[in-house]
């Protein structure tokens, strides 16, 4: 395998906010607690660890809640070790979190995973007193359906058609032996197709509801590696955010905190989310809709329940299963229950974690450690020979399409398309002809400055037409450089939010790509890999 290196602006796919965090940009300093550096850990972890010996209950009941989760579970003993771990006070985890995609949905959630892997072993070598223990959070409260209900394979999207309704993490698996079938259909007969369909086959299939399949997979995948499986829609976990919940009903904490944070934010940066004035939800089977209070009275929005103030912190405290946090408090809802240090997520993620700070300040959490996911760009061997035939540089297909083709046009073509000397050479005429405007009558000069415009927009439309004759000579060699990008580009996309991961385990096999991800993947190296995987 093979690995290069690109810097996030050099990529061009990531926020301004993004690429000025991860630069330390002076103006972001406020917005969040330490930046991810080994260096900073030793801090976090003496933080982390007096806040949690304050609340010496919250490991004993995370532990028990886990080992319930993982009562079903077969050959789990290293993320058993890893569960029963978290009892000692010298344990902490690093987490990610991710939708319950089918079948894992987009390629990143690889990438999440094994970040967290790989941190942690980085911080065992660097502080080998302390344990570190992986997390995946799953969302399983989320009630997108939309956004889940399908993954591509080689472009092609499988998906499931169901009507959905609540908590994704509680709809059962119906129909999904039909989505295997399709699948099956386009993934041929080799080894590595007959183990992808029986990881499906197993994982959907052999599992009632999607959190429970869910889990499986991912424990299928990287179980060895001590992987924690977290699913928050828990009644006892629930329980420990009990005066975080009832503050949010009763003051609207998070909605005050967060808009203050608002209110001075960067004017060079677009806000990710904007908080409600109550940010939980209420949760039951096959609802969830949003908690609003009006007229005196707390409503559950398109239903006709209704709670007086007294009968909403009864209904809290018999039934906090029942209180579903929104993407502002479900951060301090992870923070509460675990021993975390960081926080690995993607662009968007990392966004809308930078607002929340001051309200994690009011709870009295500890705010996280704050890192990027590892992006990468997977290229096989036979993709990188067309790379090296057709002399590109791989920066260069990370340009927008029509960018690539006029790069690639001047690059090529045997005659000169670059009129900039030209446009020099006549705005110094011009320049004479200003000075002789001034000497002699200055309504001249508005005559003289419309031939400029007139001249200089002419050489440029005959650049532009000698590029488009250049092109349309060169176009087989642009057509297959083309055709390139987009196969690695898919819908002028990154790869990694676009392709599953099976696309790859079909022609690599899951254990050997795996493999070479988790060996070629740094999480502390802020910049985007290239991975050329050998053939």
Avoid at 190 to 195: I, M
Avoid at 513 to 521: A, M, P
């Amino acid at each position: 395998m093979t690995l290069k290196k690109l810097s996030y602006p050099d990529s061009k796919y990531f926020s301004s906010l993004m690429e000025d965090y991860l630069v330390e940009k002076d103006v972001l300093n406020s917005l969040y607690h330490r930046f991810p550096r080994l260096d900073n850990f030793q801090d976090q972890i003496k933080e982390k660890q007096v806040e949690f010996n304050l609340k010496p209950n919250v490991r004993k009941i995370l532990v028990k809640s886990l080992l319930n989760q993982y009562s079903d579970l077969n050959n789990a003993q290293n993320s058993l070790d890893s569960i029963n771990l978290l009892k000692d006070e010298n344990t902490f985890t690093i987490t990610t979190g991710h939708q319950l995609n089918l079948f894992t949905g987009p390629l990143y959630f690889l990438y999440k995973i094994i970040s967290v892997i790989n941190l942690c072993k980085q911080l065992k070598v660097t502080y080998p007193s302390y344990n570190f223990v992986p997390v995946y959070w799953m969302a399983t409260e989320d009630h997108d359906f939309e956004e889940i209900q399908y993954f591509k394979f080689h472009g092609k999207k499988v998906v499931w058609n169901k009507e959905a309704n609540g908590g994704v993490g509680r709809l059962n698996t119906d129909g999904l032996k039909d989505v295997l079938e399709i699948f099956k259909s386009q993934l041929g007969t080799s080894k590595n197709a007959h183990e992808i369909v029986e990881l499906f086959k197993t994982a959907y299939l052999g599992h009632d509801n999607l959190a429970s399949a869910t889990r499986f997979l991912a424990h299928q995948l990287f179980g060895a590696d001590g992987l924690v499986i977290v699913d928050g829609d828990d009644s006892d976990l629930k329980s420990l955010m009990l005066p975080h919940f009832e503050e949010e009903l009763l003051d609207q904490t998070s909605f005050h905190r967060v808009s203050e944070t608002i209110e001075n934010w960067p004017a060079d940066y677009k806000v990710q989310v904007t908080p409600r004035e109550i940010n939980l939800f209420y949760l039951k089977d096959d609802l969830r809709e949003r908690i609003i209070f009006e007229n005196e009275q707390y409503k559950v929005v398109d239903t006709e329940i209704t709670f007086s103030e007294k009968e909403i912190l009864t209904e809290l405290n018999q039934f906090p299963e029942r209180f579903s946090p929104n993407v502002i408090i479900r951060p301090l809802y992870q923070e509460t229950i675990l021993p975390n240090l960081c926080y690995i997520g993607g662009g968007g993620e990392m966004a809308y974690w930078l607002e929340l700070r001051k309200y994690f300040n009011s709870q009295k959490i500890t705010f996280p450690i704050l890192l990027m996911r590892n992006s990468a760009l997977i290229i096989s061997h036979k993709e990188y020979k067309k790379i090296q035939k057709l002399d590109l540089e791989i920066q260069d297909l990370f340009l927008k399409n029509y960018q690539l083709e006029e790069k690639l046009t001047r690059q090529l073509s045997e005659i000169e398309i670059d009129f900039s000397v030209q446009k020099n050479h006549l705005k110094n005429q011009f320049k004479e002809i200003y000075t002789l405007a001034q000497q002699t009558d200055h309504s001249f000069e508005g005559a003289v400055a419309a031939q400029e415009h007139k001249q200089i927009k002419g050489l440029e439309h005959l650049e532009k037409r000698l590029l488009k004759a250049q092109k349309r000579k060169l176009k087989d060699f642009l057509q297959r450089a083309t055709i390139l990008q987009q196969e690695l580009f898919p819908n002028s996309s990154l790869q990694e939010r676009q392709e599953n991961f099976s696309s790859f385990y079909v022609e690599y096999g899951g254990a050997n790509l795996i493999k070479e991800l988790k060996e070629n993947l740094d999480p502390l190296d802020l910049r985007f890999s290239i991975i050329i995987l050998d053939s």
